[in-house]
């Protein structure tokens, strides 16, 4: 066919909305339909793709956003306009905080209505809305566009820093109708959608040798080194330079916990000791204590192997930024470790890291050993503990305070990126979405460690998980509260205190609403027997686990970032 040819054939927006998606291997979208968008989820189901509809839209985003982190490839969130869009928006912008690469798609309503407020169905200025939210945001108004603006968004959701895309898609273009041919040949292939950056040789060269001259040298790993899927690398770097290495949350399983060289068990002592840090996709936020203060102690230099350049400095001096992506740095770093006559680290250094981790371990091995009653969150993390590690491969969803505190360091993980949690905000809400998402993202069982309060956002997912019958087992902390369930009303008033909920509920009854199995546990030995059975089936689980109403401390272990406790003990 000549180019001056029209075929007879048409197709419109909707198509084509689908076809740039899978023309971009994208074969999933999480999403909750409604106007203008229930035709397109129909139209991508019944060409193939896997629509996971949800209950709320926030939990649909965040299913796509850990998906995008588990594949580098975006997530697709999929919503209507206005109220639909914004409850996307939390999770679009919670990807992009964490760096975790996803689009939210929303339906608009129709512009010129809603540029003059004339008060149109579910009216919003979305794609402004979005702006301060996402990494990009972009409309497309004409469908010959659409390739072009589905290329546009997953190149700015994956390459660099990762992040959340706003994609704006007006109703009146959906159903736009144009010549197949023409819309065929608009569809745009994103090539090499994340770009590799080479750092430049004079930044490894400083790293290097600041490296060299380090007397107590430490690694850090975050998230984003356990994003970059660079796994043997890491390692290699890791044990071939012999430094003591500490994961971030999410970047436990990058080397296994067990790993002689992880100084988990040792952490306040060597941030506060060591000379030289080598941050490796870790930002010094919040999570890092600024990079400065009493967690950090002696004085210290830092090497920084980042993507983003800006992120240097933002918190405290940089002594060798090394700027790339973190495969091509950390292999350079290693290229010139073995060529370079870079010895071990100091005996005396390690050694002083293994005798605080046997002190610590042991502490922690009686604190775990214990058996009160009721349970409280040592004894019942660890039988899930001790289920998990005859699974290296299930996937760990994490939130609450104290649940999260207690299960991030007491939880082994063994593979990378196979934990996900609350993250940079620290935000309660990711339980349910994220367990869909790496559920139909793996294949995989998940399981799920949910405080109370923190599963009290997404519980309605639930239904989600019966739905499409996911391997998901969600355990529940259950203390009757927001980190306690023992606060009392001042005023002896009919209202309970703030932080406190019904007394003994019974979430595993929520689950048999929908057909999953639900559980009610009270000791270490049913927990056991719980856990094994419901991974074992591989079918929705709930267990609910009753814990020591009075054992969590308020706001977990952030005591100190909360104007009521800081500076109490
Ligand atoms: P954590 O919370 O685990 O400390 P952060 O989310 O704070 O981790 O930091 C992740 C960092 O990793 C971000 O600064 C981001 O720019 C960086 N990053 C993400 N992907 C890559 C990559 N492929 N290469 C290099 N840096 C990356
Ligand atoms: N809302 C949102 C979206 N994010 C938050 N982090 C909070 C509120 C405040 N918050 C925390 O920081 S932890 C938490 C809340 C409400 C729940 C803690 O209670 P829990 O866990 O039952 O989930 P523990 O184990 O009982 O402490």
New binding site residues.
């Given amino acids: 066919m000549t180019n001056s040819t029209q075929s007879a054939e048409q197709t419109d927006g909707f198509h084509l909305v689908v076809d740039a998606l899978k023309h971009n291997d994208i074969d999933t979208i999480f999403g909750l339909v409604g106007i203008p968008i229930t035709d397109l989820a129909r139209l991508a189901q019944a060409e193939g793709m896997r629509f996971i509809g949800f209950r709320h839209e926030q939990h649909a985003g965040n299913a796509a956003a850990i998906a995008g982190y588990m594949t ?1 490839k975006p997530g697709i969130c999929l919503t209507v306009s206005a109220p639909g869009f914004l409850n996307g928006l939390t999770a679009l912008a919670n990807a992009t ?3 975790f690469p996803m689009i939210l798609i929303s339906g608009s309503s129709e512009r010129e209505i809603v540029d003059l407020q004339q008060g149109d169905y579910e009216e919003m200025d979305q794609l402004n809305a979005a702006k301060p939210y996402a990494k990009a945001s972009y409309r497309i108004n004409k469908a010959e566009d659409i390739g072009i603006g589905v290329a546009r968004a997953i190149r700015a959701a994956v390459s ?3 992040g959340g895309v706003y994609l704006d898609l007006p109703a009146q273009l959906l159903a736009q109708v144009i010549d197949a041919e023409h819309g065929r040949r608009s569809l745009v292939k994103v090539v090499d959608p ?1 770009p590799r ?1 080479i750092p430049a040789p004079d930044a490894v060269q400083r790293a290097l040798s600041l490296l060299k001259g380090a007397k107590k040298p430490l690694i ?11 796994d043997a690398d890491i390692r290699a770097f890791v044990e071939e330079s012999g430094i003591p290495y500490l ?5 436990k399983g990058l080397l296994p916990d067990t790993h002689a060289q992880s100084a988990s068990a040792a952490r306040s002592y060597v941030l506060a000791e060591a000379d030289v840090v080598v ?7 919040w ?2 204590a600024h990079g400065k203060g009493k967690t950090w102690g002696a004085p210290k230099q830092f090497i920084q ?4 350049p800006t ?1 240097i400095d933002s918190n405290v001096a940089i002594a060798a930024p090394v700027i ?6 950390v292999t350079a770093l290693l290229d010139g470790i073995r060529s370079g006559g870079h010895g071990k680290p100091d005996p005396a250094w390690t050694g002083s890291i293994a005798e605080r981790k046997d002190k610590n371990l042991t502490k922690m091995a009686a604190m775990l050993a214990q058996n009160p009653s009721p349970m409280n969150f040592h004894s019942a993390l660890r039988s899930i503990r001790d289920v998990l590690k005859t699974r290296p491969d299930i996937n760990v969803v994490n939130e609450g305070a104290n649940t999260l505190d207690f299960a991030r360091s007491i939880i082994d993980m063994y593979e990378p990126r196979k934990r996900f949690d609350s ?2 905000w620290g935000i309660m809400g990711i339980g349910m979405g994220f367990a869909i998402g790496a559920a139909v993202t793996s294949g995989k069982p998940v399981v799920a460690i949910e405080g109370d309060s923190a599963f009290g956002f997404s519980g309605m997912e639930l239904e989600t998980i019966c739905r499409y019958e996911l391997p998901v087992t969600t355990i529940i902390f259950n203390n009757n509260g927001v980190y306690r369930g023992t606060d009392v009303n001042p005023t002896g008033g009919k209202d309970v205190a703030p932080t406190v909920f019904v007394k003994n509920a019974r979430y595993d009854k929520m689950i048999e609403a929908f057909g999953g199995i639900g559980y009610h546990v009270t000791t270490p030995e049913e927990m056991t027997r719980a856990l094994t059975e419901a991974i074992a089936a591989g079918k929705p689980a709930l267990i609910n686990a009753v814990i020591d109403e009075t054992a969590g401390t308020e706001s977990g272990r952030l005591t100190n970032l909360n104007p009521s406790t800081a500076g109490k003990k």
Avoid: F, W
């Fill in positions: 580098q905080t964490n760096c660099g820093r990762p994340a950056q850090l790993l975050g998230k984003g080194a356990a994003y970059a899927q660079a994961p971030m949350s999410m970047a941050l490796v996709g870790a930002r010094l936020n999570l890092l192997i980042d993507i983003s992120e790339g992506d973190i495969g091509s740095c993250g940079t």
